[in-house]
């Protein structure tokens, strides 16, 4: 199992930028594949952004290419999540998500074993 807690969530105004961070604790992050979701208000969750156990396999929702990057930190066992041009659309729980078993990545949420508690995101407009 993958412990993993999400930081850096806030209110923030529209065009406002923030960074997400999920430390990993109990396997390193270079033997998963990690990925962030949202879930806004009313909505299911949805995929925003995946990265693969070498760093080189990426993929964005469509509603956040362009503005949000992942990236890791290997030494810190951490991931992030750099938001940018936020927009009141992007409000939501943020969650930090850990794939163990795939060999390539997904958007799948349900190949995804270990989540975290979640951190809010509130874009105002």
């Known amino acids: 199992q993958v412990q993993l807690v999400e930081s850096g969530g806030g209110l923030v105004q529209a065009g406002g930028s923030l960074r997400l961070a999920c430390a990993a604790s109990?396997?390193?992050?270079?033997?998963?594949?990690m990925g962030w979701f949202r879930q806004a208000p009313g909505k299911e969750r949805e995929f925003v952004a995946v990265?693969?156990?070498?760093?080189?396999?990426?993929r964005y929702g469509d509603s956040v290419k362009g503005r949000f990057t992942i990236s890791r930190d290997i030494a810190k066992n951490t991931v992030y999540l750099q938001m940018n041009s936020l927009k009141p659309e992007d409000t939501a729980v943020y969650y930090c998500a850990a794939d163990r078993s795939s060999v390539l990545v997904s958007t799948t949420q349900a190949n995804f074993d270990s989540w975290g508690q979640g951190t809010q995101v509130t874009v105002s407009s």
């Open positions: 990265i693969g156990r070498r760093g080189s396999s990426i």
């Open positions: 109990g396997r390193t992050l270079s033997s998963c594949i």
